[in-house]
């Protein structure tokens, strides 16, 4: 069994990836983060920081990043990536989430969001498609470590 944590190098995602860490040793779990990176999207890849401006998209590059971010924050997780189309929707990056969680039995899945959870729903929210399936329970963390809300 396993906490799941979607993480792409967000400050949400870390105070999630960071939750999941915490508990793990509780009830002897191991923890999971899954980035899902579009193929050769260099827009993509730079909004979220994973790239420098005008650099070109480099899969290896990427993943070693969020990898290394991962191990930053929690030494002892395993990181894994999938990949999916150039486009990008709420669905492309939640299905394959969802199908790595449930394949690796995940128990929670940790969902770092300052929306996700909320009574309104955007339908771009991926942290919404990742909450609805009822194979694992799951953590919403909406607030910041101290030293990241600053």
């Known amino acids: 069994m396993t906490f799941v944590v979607p993480f792409d ?23 999971q983060a899954v980035t899902v990176v579009p193929r050769n999207n260099a827009r993509y ?7 420098g401006p005008g650099e070109p998209f480099d899969l290896d590059a990427v ?3 969020l990898a290394e971010q991962v191990h930053e924050v929690a030494p002892l997780a395993s990181f894994h990536h999938e990949t999916c189309t150039r486009e990008v929707s709420g669905n492309t990056i939640a299905r394959p989430i969802r199908k790595f969680a449930r394949q690796e039995g995940a128990t929670m899945v940790f ?38 809300a600053q």
């Open 9 to 31: 190098g967000s400050a949400y995602a870390e105070a999630a990836l960071v939750r999941a860490r915490e508990f793990a040793p509780a009830v002897d779990e191991t923890v």
């Open 111 to 148: 969902i770092g969001s300052d929306s996700a959870g909320r009574l309104t729903r955007r339908l771009s929210s991926v942290g919404e498609r990742v909450s609805a399936d009822v194979a694992y329970d799951v953590v919403i963390v909406r607030r910041l470590p101290e030293s990241a």
């Open 63 to 65: 993943v070693d990043t």
């Open 45 to 51: 890849a730079r909004e979220r920081g994973w790239l």
